[in-house]
């Protein structure tokens, strides 16, 4: 096994939550599914999501200036892989849009979403294979408290939430 194989599957067992990653503006609407995404700071409110450097994605992020992240729920795993196909149109991957709503940066925003946060790219550091895209979090959108998705070993899985019992009795 290659080391650069032995890192990937050493990675595929770091336990990621699913976004997508939306952005509209000048060179038009796109979205890709990402795992690379951290906080960066809560004051103000920072993100980081990391693109590879040879996805249209990159670029597109770039020229924008502004994107979503939309953390998805146990259950939306068809709409991470729809945004992750190459085979589909950025019209098939929104479909009709009705799931979707405008944010303050005009960037998408989808509806039912754990969390959708609209953001702008304040800075773009280019480390080897892929750019790091942080951004001020302008807007935050809570969508209903429930499991969330991850994804581990190369495969989707449900985060579950604690169930509390009252351990007085």
């Known amino acids: 096994m290659s080391d650069q194989q032995l ?27 990402a795992s690379a995404v951290c906080s960066v700071s809560d004051d103000p409110p920072m993100i980081l999501v990391c693109v590879n450097r040879n996805v249209r994605a990159n670029e597109i992020f770039k020229v924008n200036g502004r994107l979503s992240v939309n953390i998805l729920a146990d259950g939306q795993s068809d709409i991470s892989a729809r945004f992750a196909s190459s085979a589909l149109s950025i019209g098939e991957r929104f479909g009709e849009m009705s799931d979707w709503f405008v944010g303050e940066t005009s960037a998408p925003l989808l509806s039912d ?10 800075s773009v550091t280019e480390i080897a294979t892929h750019s790091v895209f942080f951004c001020k979090v302008e807007r935050i959108e809570l969508g209903e ?21 009252d351990l007085t009795t």
Do not use: H, K, P, W
């Not at 990937?8 to 796109?30: F, H, K, M, P, Q």
């Open 113 to 122: 979403a754990l969390a959708a946060l609209d953001c702008t790219v304040e």
């Open 7 to 33: 890192f990937r599957s050493a990675i595929s067992r770091l336990s990621a939550a699913v976004n997508v990653i939306a952005t509209d503006g000048e060179v038009g609407l796109y979205g890709m599914t």
């Open 145 to 165: 408290l429930r499991d969330g998705l991850v994804y581990f070993d190369r495969n989707y899985r449900r985060t579950a939430m604690a169930i509390s019992q």
